[in-house]
């Protein structure tokens, strides 16, 4: 009995065009996606911050000092991430010779990192002890 509801009540709400949730149900076409963005969806891009509402001028030196250090840092990390990076396809496809080598040039990056302010000392000795172990894993191996 209740299907047959169902199906009346499909039948009833086709019947009825202005609403677009009930055409789809009665297997009208599908909504078309708005291009409009809805007042309440709106999520902006977390890397592109809008201006900000600083007043003093010591507000508006901080915003510059911050945004200077915070490209900085980001440059700093990508540096030793990249090495990573290419360290973890040595260690799948090559020697381990050469994994020793890049080991050695990622340490001296993370040291660098570390003694600047993009990178705390206790995380570049994590990412250490971690690499050093996929390079034990691969000579035991």
């Known amino acids: 009995m209740q299907a047959r509801a169902g199906v009346k009540l499909k039948t ?3 019947d009825i065009p202005s609403n677009r949730h009930n055409a789809r149900l009665a297997g009208g ?8 963005p809805t007042p309440g969806h709106f999520r902006p891009c977390p890397t592109q911050r ?8 010591s507000a508006k030196k901080r915003i510059k000092q911050n945004v200077r250090s ?4 980001r440059w700093v990390k990508a540096g030793f991430r ?13 020697s381990v010779e050469q994994a020793e080598t890049e080991l ?10 570390a003694a600047s302010p993009a990178l705390h000392k206790n995380t570049a000795s994590r990412y250490k ?4 172990a ?6 035991s191996a």
């Open 12 to 14: 009833a709400l086709a």
């Open 29 to 36: 076409p599908p909504r078309q996606p708005s291009l409009v």
């Open 50 to 57: 809008s201006a900000p509402m600083a007043n003093s001028l």
């Open 70 to 73: 915070r490209a900085r840092n």
């Open 82 to 94: 990249t090495k990573i990076k290419a360290y973890q396809e040595t260690l799948l496809h090559g």
């Open 104 to 113: 050695k040039g990622i340490y001296k990056a993370l040291d660098q990192a």
């Open 129 to 132: 002890s971690r690499l050093s």
């Open 134 to 139: 996929k390079l034990n894993a691969k000579r």
